[in-house]
C-alpha cells in the first residue's frame, strides 16, 4: 500500500518551503522504503530552491540522511528491512565505462528509485539529488542504502550522506593530501570543514582555514585548522604563502562555488599543487585565468563531486573512525530540529549561525 506521509516541498523558484503530505510507492523491483531517523539541512537544498540546480519543480527537498530500511522490492539482497543505513547520492551501476574501468566513485549511470513519488494530487516531484529525506519515509533504489554500524548517531552517521563526506573526500580523495602536505580550505561551513577534519586524517601539517566570519574562523580550529584568516580584513593569498615559506598551499580546496574565491585558491597554490573545487558554482558563472599561470604553475585543478567517495568504501569506514573517537561528526551538529524548521535554518545557514541544523524525526 502507498503511504502518505509528510515531507518538505519546495514549490516554486524563491518561495519558502511547504510542508505537504507526499505519497510514497511501495519498493518496487530493485527499491527501498526508508524510514528517515535524521536529514542535514546542506546548502544545496537552499540551490534547488532557488533554482540553482535546474528548475523541475517541486523538489522534495533533503539529502542527507540515515534512517532504518523499512522494506525492499523483488531482488534487493544488499539491504533488509530493520538495517541502519546512510542514504548515498552515489549507488554506482557497475556497467558504465567508468566502472567497467574500475572507477566506481566517478560513476557516470548511478542509480535512483524508478518509481515517482508525488503530492496527493499525482503531481510528480523531483527529489533532491534522487533521495528527498525531508519526509517521515522516502523511496529509493537499494544501492543508495549503505549499512553502517548502528551503534552510531543517526543524527551524525547522516552527515556522511552529503556534506561532510563531500569534504573529508576534497581532501582525502580528490585531492590526495598526505602527509606533511600544507593544506588550504576556502569557506568552513560543513564541508569546508570537513575538508579541514580530512586534512587533518590524512596527515597533512599545514592547514589554514579560510572564511569571512569569525564564528566559522573558531569551529575550523577545532576540526584542525592550524591557522585561520578573515579574508574581510586580511588578504588571504598573501596569507597563506606567508604561512607555507612563501610558497602557497600543496592543496587549496574551494568550498563556497565562487569565482573569486575559486581565483583566490588558483593564486594560493603552490608550483604542481592541486585546487579541488567542492563549492557549487551556480550556471550563470564564469571564470578567467592567465592560461600561462595554468601551464606554468603545473599541477592540477580538480573538481570534486560529494567528495569522489565510494560509499560502500567510506561509509563503514568513515562511522568505524568517529566511533573510536577519531572523527568527530557531533561537532558538525549546531541544532537539531523538526521537519517544520528548515526554512528557518535556511536563513540561518545564510546569517552563518549554523554549520549544520539537522532535522530529526
Ligand atoms: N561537491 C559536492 O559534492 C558538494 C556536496 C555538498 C555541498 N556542496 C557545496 O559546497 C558548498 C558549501 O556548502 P556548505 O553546506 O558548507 O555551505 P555553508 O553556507 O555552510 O558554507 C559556506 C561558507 O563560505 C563562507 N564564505 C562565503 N563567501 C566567502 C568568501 N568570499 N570568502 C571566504 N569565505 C566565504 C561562508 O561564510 C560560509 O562559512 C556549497 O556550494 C554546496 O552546494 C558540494
Ligand atoms: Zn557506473
Ligand atoms: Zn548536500
Redesign the pocket.
Request: glycine letters at 20%; aromatic letters at 6%; a neutral charge.
Given at each position: 500500500m502507498p503511504q502518505n506521509v509528510r515531507a518538505v516541498i519546495a514549490r516554486t523558484k524563491g518561495d519558502p518551503v511547504s510542508l505537504e503530505t507526499i505519497v510514497v510507492p511501495d519498493p518496487g523491483p530493485g527499491e527501498a522504503v526508508v524510514k528517515i531517523q535524521a536529514c542535514g539541512?546542506?546548502?544545496?537544498d537552499?540551490?534547488y530552491r532557488e533554482g540553482g540546480i535546474n528548475d523541475d519543480f517541486p523538489f522534495l527537498l533533503g539529502h542527507?540522511a540515515a534512517g532504518l530500511v523499512e522494506s525492499v522490492g523483488a531482488g534487493v539482497t544488499a539491504v533488509a528491512a530493520g538495517d541502519f543505513v546512510i542514504l548515498n547520492w552515489r549507488a554506482v551501476c557497475g556497467d558504465c565505462r567508468s566502472c567497467r574501468r574500475g572507477r566506481p566513485w566517478l560513476c557516470f549511470s548511478t542509480f535512483n528509485a524508478n518509481q515517482k513519488m508525488t503530492l496527493t494530487d499525482g503531481t510528480v516531484l523531483t527529489p533532491a539529488l534522487g533521495i528527498g529525506a525531508f519526509a517521515e519515509k522516502t523511496l529509493v533504489h537499494a544501492g543508495q542504502c549503505t549499512k553502517v554500524n548502528p551503534a552510531a548517531s543517526p543524527v551524525a552517521a547522516g552527515l556522511l550522506g552529503?556534506?561532510v563526506?563531500?569534504?573529508l573526500?576534497?581532501a582525502m580523495n580528490t585531492g590526495n593530501v598526505g602527509r606533511g602536505d600544507s593544506v588550504a580550505v576556502?569557506?568552513?561551513?560543513?564541508?569546508?570543514?570537513?575538508a579541514i577534519a580530512g586534512a587533518r586524517l590524512a596527515g597533512a601539517h599545514t592547514i589554514i582555514g579560510?572564511?569571512?566570519?569569525d564564528?566559522?574562523l573558531e569551529w575550523a580550529r577545532k576540526f584542525g585548522a592550524t591557522h585561520t584568516v578573515n579574508?574581510?580584513v586580511t588578504d588571504?593569498v598573501e596569507f597563506i604563502k606567508s604561512v607555507t615559506g612563501g610558497n602557497g598551499a600543496d592543496v587549496c580546496i574551494e568550498?563556497?562555488?565562487?569565482p573569486?574565491?575559486y581565483r583566490?585558491c588558483f593564486d594560493a597554490r603552490d608550483l604542481a599543487g592541486t585546487v579541488v573545487?567542492?563549492?557549487?558554482?551556480r550556471p550563470d558563472m564564469t571564470i578567467e585565468l592567465p592560461f600561462i599561470e595554468v601551464f606554468g604553475r603545473g599541477g592540477a585543478l580538480k573538481?570534486?563531486?560529494?567528495?569522489d567517495c565510494l560509499p560502500s568504501r567510506d561509509f563503514p569506514m568513515l562511522i568505524d573512525l568517529y566511533l573510536q573517537g577519531r572523527l568527530d561528526l557531533d561537532g558538525f551538529v549546531s541544532e537539531t530540529i523538526g521537519i517544520d524548521g528548515v526554512e528557518a535554518a535556511f536563513h540561518k545557514?545564510?546569517r552563518?549561525e549554523?554549520?549544520?541544523s539537522v532535522v530529526t524525526f
Open positions: 539541512v546542506c546548502h544545496t537552499l540551490h542527507e552529503c556534506g563526506m563531500a569534504g573526500g576534497a576556502f569557506g568552513c561551513g560543513g564541508v569546508g570543514n570537513a579560510v572564511d569571512i566570519d564564528r566559522k579574508a574581510k588571504a568550498a563556497i562555488g565562487h573569486a574565491t583566490q573545487l567542492v563549492g557549487v558554482p573538481s570534486s563531486w560529494y567528495g545557514m545564510e552563518g549554523v554549520l549544520r
